[in-house]
């Protein structure tokens, strides 16, 4: 019998195109799944069972009567939620927002709905996607599945969770720091931050304009190509959003790597920032993987990671701040403590140091497009440790400093991190896989070329065999 | 940062409910924000614009 806990996008896509798998089915399979597992892990802030069960039968009778709308048709989904659905609460997971009600749906929720998704409801976040986890707030902070007690990265902590638990096979995330990448280092799952401009972010809570991208979260490289060929376009009411041709993202998948040159960056996990010894064996195990599957692996260079990290967090800070003040001026104690102090180091800064971090942040993009020219892609860091127990607060803050996700927020460049092994404890180890703006397609080739070779992709959390 | 240092800057920001609430959050806060920014590259030359500069499109039918 199929295991629809575990089943992917793409596998049930073409079960249910085949009439050999109903999406009522697997809806009610996976309702029940999180009926018995949430309770232990947190992955949600509103399940929607009644809503998913209807969007669930409407799919059915309509594939039924041969009008199926594509790979998404009849499959269950999730939102973080800051990403609006109409109707029902946005709540960034903070008392601020505990009754703010989406008057419309995101962008992003309305390409999921007009593809037929299901969509189970909304997930955990870090209050605000930057305050957590936190446990002075309405909704407790999700679990990793990986472990049992351990942090699941943030903020996207809900869809992480949610994936690994096997609850759904595709969730979206949002990253300004790394908030797509971070759940999927730490859960085992895969997480792209597309191109900056490639997904709309209308109708989803800024954290920081000029850093916000909306993210695919899925259980294997080919289901997240496919759910970004559903989320991808431009979008004129969004001012971030690019004018650019949209593409069959999964067109690359399937290609070796035979005549592809990535470049290795050692630097920021092996020099800038030193990683756990099993996360720096298992990334120098990455490159040799890609090497032998054909590609020419050769070491480069980039700016010091801790430049890239101090001016993502000036702009970070600043532009956040600027949406938060009237609520800290007005509510501060509605904030868990943990937003509240992230936030408020923008109070501090000046429009002199904001300005001159999006300076440095021009001249960053350029010495990193130097430092890739006549390369495809280049593998890095995404996480320098496994995932640290969610009640150690000293260790779950230190995976902020520890990671090298930011750059890429800075540049815009699309960046995918998946598993690439387990640490001796069992935990998730992780890669990151960055390619140049609006090749996302080339950076899924390599991904699933790798994927396919290591296959750490299949392990399951025991915890919820 | 000392108290009154506090008090004034939480005066000056409008975050005088923060400040009575918790003014050593505040004072953390700052503090971090002063060392963010002295770990900022100071050589930045005045020829370089930033990021993002006011870019607008070309109206239709306008001279170009």
Redesign the interface.
């Known amino acids: 019998m199929t295991d629809l806990a575990y089943l992917g996008l793409a596998e049930a896509g073409h079960l249910i195109a085949a009439r050999k798998l109903s999406p009522v089915e697997l809806t009610d399979a996976l309702i029940a799944r999180i009926e018995r597992l949430d309770p232990m892990f947190h992955a949600f802030i509103r399940q929607m069972p009644e809503q998913a069960r209807a969007a669930a039968r409407t799919a059915e009778a309509e594939i039924m009567a041969g009008r199926r709308r594509g790979p998404m048709h009849g499959i269950p989904v999730g939102l973080k939620d800051i990403i609006d659905l109409e109707g029902v609460p946005t709540t960034c997971h903070s008392r601020i927002f505990v009754d703010h009600s989406a008057k419309s749906d995101a962008e992003v929720t309305r390409r999921l709905k007009d593809g037929g998704a299901v969509i189970m409801g909304k997930l955990s976040t870090h209050e605000f996607a930057i305050g957590g986890p936190s446990f002075d707030l309405p909704w407790p902070p999700a679990v990793n599945p990986w472990g049992g007690a351990h942090f699941p990265g943030g903020s996207s902590s809900g869809s992480g969770v949610a994936l690994a638990a096997g609850m759904m096979p595709a969730a979206l995330g949002t990253d300004t720091g790394g908030s797509v990448r971070n759940p999927a280092s730490m859960c085992g799952i895969v997480g792209l931050k597309p191109t900056y401009g490639r997904v709309s972010r209308r109708g989803v809570f800024p954290l920081a304009f000029?850093l916000d991208h909306v993210g695919p979260m899925t259980r294997s490289v080919l289901d997240n190509a496919l759910l970004l060929n559903v989320l991808a376009g431009h979008d004129p009411q969004d001012p971030g959003s690019a004018d650019v041709a949209t593409l069959d993202y999964a067109a690359e998948i399937g290609l070796d790597l035979k005549g592809l040159v990535i470049g290795h960056v050692r630097h920021f996990y092996d020099g800038d920032e030193k990683a756990h010894p099993e996360q720096l064996a298992a990334l120098d195990a990455a490159a040799d993987v890609m090497r032998k599957l054909g590609a020419e692996v050769r070491e480069i260079r980039l700016p010091p990671l801790?430049?890239y990290t101090?001016?993502n967090?000036?702009i970070l800070?600043s532009e956040s701040y600027a949406i938060h003040?009237r609520f800290?001026?007005?509510r501060?104690?509605d904030y868990g403590?943990l937003a509240?102090?992230r936030i408020?180091?923008?109070?501090?800064?000046?429009a002199a140091?904001y300005?001159?971090?999006?300076?440095?942040?021009?001249?960053l993009?350029a010495e990193t497009e130097t430092a890739m020219a006549g390369l495809d892609a280049i593998v890095t860091a995404s996480s320098m440790d496994p995932a640290p127990r969610i009640d150690d607060a000293e260790a779950c803050a230190r995976v902020y400093p520890r990671q090298a996700r930011q750059p890429f927020n800075i540049t815009g460049q699309p960046a995918l991190a998946m598993p690439a092994g387990f640490s001796s404890d069992g935990l998730p180890l992780s890669v990151q896989i960055v390619g140049h703006n609006w090749q996302e397609a080339r950076v899924y080739r390599i991904a699933h070329a790798y994927e396919h070779a290591t296959g750490w992709a299949r392990r399951r959390p025991p915890t919820v065999a | 940062m000392t108290d009154d240092e506090t008090v004034r800057r939480a005066r000056d920001l409008g975050l005088e409910k923060l400040a009575r609430h918790d003014a050593g959050e505040l004072t953390r806060a700052l503090e971090a924000a002063e060392a963010l920014a002295k770990r900022m590259p100071k050589d930045i030359h005045w020829t370089e614009e930033p990021a993002h500069v006011l870019s607008l499109a070309a109206r239709k039918g306008s001279r170009s």
């Open positions: 000029s801790q430049v101090a001016c967090r000036t800070a003040r800290l001026q007005e501060p104690k403590a509240r102090q408020l180091t923008g109070a501090g800064l000046t140091d300005i001159d971090a999006l300076r440095q942040r021009a001249r993009i």
